[in-house]
């Protein structure tokens, strides 16, 4: 079997309204879905991160540098291919977006993978740990309206994602310190006490911002504080992992092994959250996961984009050991954006529909079992929704 073509779909479409994060607001949501061609008719799919023109520059180099790369080369040998990309690519890039391109591509191959063996994802890794999991809903985020405003409605969004069946809920903050303060305390008045909320500041805060926050949190109960400060700010993840009570999360803005080497050294982070279509794919995401679980560090992966993105961390959650392990340990969760996202809810012949699972099922989502991902794109929807930029 060899490769005979690398093609990418960048999708992208209006939001019905603008929605925002700490550093920036957008009214337009995009999506890079990653097609792997062969001579014997098997295709496979990925998705790399990326929103906006990024997904036009790594449309780029998905198929004016890396598919030369791999023309002609057996799908299934995909370790080789990663290296041989990675090797060829370290001079132009280690992080970031060819990286990020790598991700699809080897997502995809993995996915052939699957095809080709009649196997999930998940048996190929080693196997289901579990066969469902339960999510986190996403929401609560920024928009250009008063504090006030924010605040009355970050307290009913919070209790409308408790009430959709949510193991916990995330929110957004951005406003300012003092403002965010604010914020979560709203949030906590939406879910009452004993329900798992999170913080998500995007890297928004000095050390000390951080610190007057994390301190409001510690109070409020608050699970996890995600990416606090600036991802290359290593020495400012250690401080406020030692001096706060409130576990600090990141790691979805860090890159391969050796990124992560460095970023688990510094003893930064109470919960790891790599991102499989950004970090180097399915390929590096199990290095970088058994790097995490041999400084005992537990993973929550981020999630972020279609239903090919939700797909593929269904099965890697699926196949994620349990750490440190127990009769009764603590599961991962899925991350779910509970913003309309049409590539993730429409973008499918078979939707995963999960939203309406955790209604149905108190909370738990099925794993796929399909060969390979397990789902397949629309190709009608793909040519719908297409950005030519």
């Not at 939001?15 to 062969?38: C, D, F, K, N, W």
């Not at 510690?218 to 991802?231: D, I, N, Q, R």
Request: some cysteine; glycine content about 10%.
């Amino acid at each position: 079997m060899r490769i005979t073509a690398i093609r990418s779909h960048v999708l992208q479409t209006d939001m019905p309204e603008e929605l925002g994060y700490s550093q920036q607001y957008y009214a337009r949501r995009t999506a890079h879905i990653v097609e792997v061609q062969t001579d014997e008719g098997i295709t496979g799919w990925g998705e790399c991160f990326g929103p906006g023109t990024v997904a036009l520059a790594n449309k780029t180099i998905v198929e004016k540098v890396i598919q030369p790369m791999v023309l002609g080369d057996d799908p299934l040998d995909r370790d080789v291919i990663w290296h041989k990309v990675y090797n060829l690519l370290r001079d132009h890039g280690q992080k970031g977006m060819p990286i990020q391109a790598l991700s699809g591509v080897d997502i995809a191959l993995w996915d052939i993978a699957g095809k080709v063996t009649g196997l999930p994802l998940h048996k190929l890794i080693g196997g289901a740990h579990r066969t469902r999991v339960q999510a986190y809903g996403y929401g609560m985020m920024l928009k250009r309206e008063s504090t006030a405003a924010h605040l009355a409605r970050f307290a009913d969004e919070a209790a409308a994602i408790r009430d959709m069946g949510f193991a916990a809920t995330k929110m957004k903050v951005g406003l300012g310190a003092r403002e965010d303060v604010k914020l979560c305390e709203a949030v906590r008045r939406g879910v009452g006490e004993g329900f798992d909320f999170m913080v998500d500041a995007n890297h928004c805060y000095t050390t000390s911002d951080a610190f007057f926050v994390g301190r409001a949190l510690e109070e409020l109960g608050a699970y996890w504080f995600e990416e606090p400060v600036a991802p290359e700010d290593l020495d400012g993840y250690r401080a406020l992992r030692a001096g706060l009570k409130v576990n600090i999360s990141g790691g979805e803005a860090e890159f391969t092994r050796w990124g992560w080497r460095r970023l688990l050294e510094a003893q930064g982070l109470d919960i790891a959250q790599p991102e499989v279509c950004a970090l180097g794919g399915i390929t590096e995401y199990l290095r970088v996961l058994a790097l995490c679980h041999a400084h005992f560090v537990p993973v929550v992966n981020h999630v972020w984009g279609s239903a090919v993105a939700v797909a593929t961390n269904l099965h890697l959650l699926a196949a994620m050991p349990p750490m440190p392990g127990g009769l009764f340990p603590r599961e991962p969760w899925l991350e779910f954006d509970t913003t309309l996202n049409i590539f993730r809810d429409s973008l499918l012949t078979e939707p995963l529909d999960i939203q309406g699972q955790v209604a149905r099922n108190g909370g738990w989502i099925a794993v796929p079992d399909g060969p390979g991902l397990g789902v397949e794109p629309d190709r009608a929807f793909l040519s719908a929704y297409a950005f030519a930029g």
